[in-house]
């Protein structure tokens, strides 16, 4: 069984920081892409970065030069820092991986969520 579970969200004035943890752990043997996703109120669950193994990572647009992702490897951890927060980055935020259970056996796996509100 496989669990991913989130840190680190909370309430923040706009343009402070704020930085995510999710950590896998489980049955795993390695993890092939780890994600950040967010979901506002009364819309619809959206991509905000990811990091795969050998690759660069990639934001979305409206997130570039303020959030960061990495990942340690050692820890099945992924991390998003987040600084000069915005009120629109207000959503619960879902950490996403994709992972080999067993050479072959792929899957894909999300956390619960924590709550994220940019708010004065």
């Known amino acids: 069984q496989v669990q991913l579970v989130e840190s680190g969200g909370g309430l923040v004035q706009p343009g402070g920081s704020l930085r995510l943890s999710c950590a896998a752990s489980g049955s795993i043997l390695s993890i092939y892409t780890m994600a950040w996703y967010r979901q506002a109120p009364g819309k619809q669950r959206e991509w905000v970065a990811s990091?795969?193994?050998?690759?660069?990572?990639n934001y979305q647009d409206s997130v570039k030069g303020r959030f960061t992702i990495s990942r340690d490897n050692d820890k099945n951890t992924v991390y998003l820092q987040m600084n000069s927060l915005k009120p629109e980055d207000t959503a619960v935020y879902y950490c996403?991986?994709?992972?080999?259970?067993?050479?072959?056996?792929?899957?894909?796996?999300w956390g619960q969520g924590t709550q994220v509100t940019v708010s004065s």
């Open positions: 996403y991986a994709d992972l080999f259970l067993s050479p072959g056996l792929k899957y894909d796996f």
């Open positions: 990091t795969t193994s050998g690759r660069n990572p």
